[in-house]
């Protein structure tokens, strides 16, 4: 399996605009998870599914951030409008039968810059 | 509210020498810790799991401890080469949703040639 894989890799675009960033998890991993990473504050969870299904959004920042996973190989996690304060690095991780059971897999992130 | 702490920041160490990276948590309660390694512009790579039952999980150069009690945490590395510089970080799992997974801030890790 060629691992979890995100894109863009690299997004810059304008405040106000929206943006869209990508997921396709390992098959068969049950559940997803979008983290976003940032100097200050680490790497925090926004939400997580199973089985195509949103379990916990309490980490979603704000109304701005929106996540759907129309079917167990694509999730997508949306930003309208974007502010330069969303400016981090977006992961995208799947596990099999939740995190705990076995070994948490990353995508390589997305960047994004918000002018 | 569970806080990872993850000490120090930052550690230069000469090729070679054994080394042990910190990691505390602040409740007890935790289903297992993950410890993983991140290289500059990537994602994360898990290095070692240990269920919360559990002392101590191996993988070659690599030891990590538990001692849930005190909330506390090492990362062992053996003979460490540069290939090893990275920034290791641990994460914690709540006992009470298994997927609510708390992460450090890492450790900058250099290893010099």
């Known amino acids: 399996d060629a691992g979890v894989i995100q894109s863009p890799r690299h997004e810059v675009t304008e405040m106000g605009q929206e943006v869209t960033l990508r997921c396709k998890p390992i098959s068969g991993h049950d559940y997803l998870f979008w983290y976003r990473q940032t100097m200050m504050r680490g790497l925090e969870l926004l939400i997580y599914f199973n089985n195509n299904v949103p379990i916990d959004d309490s980490g979603m920042p704000e109304d701005r951030f929106s996540a759907k996973m129309p079917n167990a190989s694509f999730s997508t996690l949306k930003i309208q409008p974007s502010e330069p304060r969303d400016s981090a690095v977006y992961f995208c991780a799947s596990s099999f039968w939740g995190w705990t059971t076995g070994e948490l897999f990353f995508g390589e992130g997305s960047r994004l810059t918000v002018l | 509210k569970q806080e990872v702490t993850q000490i120090p920041a930052a550690l230069s160490v000469p090729e070679g020498e054994n080394l042990v990276l910190n990691c505390s948590f602040t409740?007890?309660?935790?289903?297992?810790l993950q410890w993983f390694r991140q290289d500059p512009g990537k994602g994360l790579t898990s290095l070692l799991l240990i269920q919360s039952s559990q002392r101590e999980q191996t993988s070659g150069r690599l030891n990590a401890s538990l001692d849930k009690s005190s909330g506390r945490s090492t990362l062992y590395i053996a003979a460490s080469q540069p290939g090893d510089s990275a920034t290791y970080l641990c994460?914690?799992?709540?006992?009470?949703?298994?997927?609510?997974?708390?992460f450090g801030a890492g450790t900058r890790l250099t290893v010099k040639p």
């Open positions: 994460a914690v799992s709540s006992s009470y949703n298994n997927n609510d997974m708390r």
């Open positions: 409740d007890s309660a935790i289903y297992n």
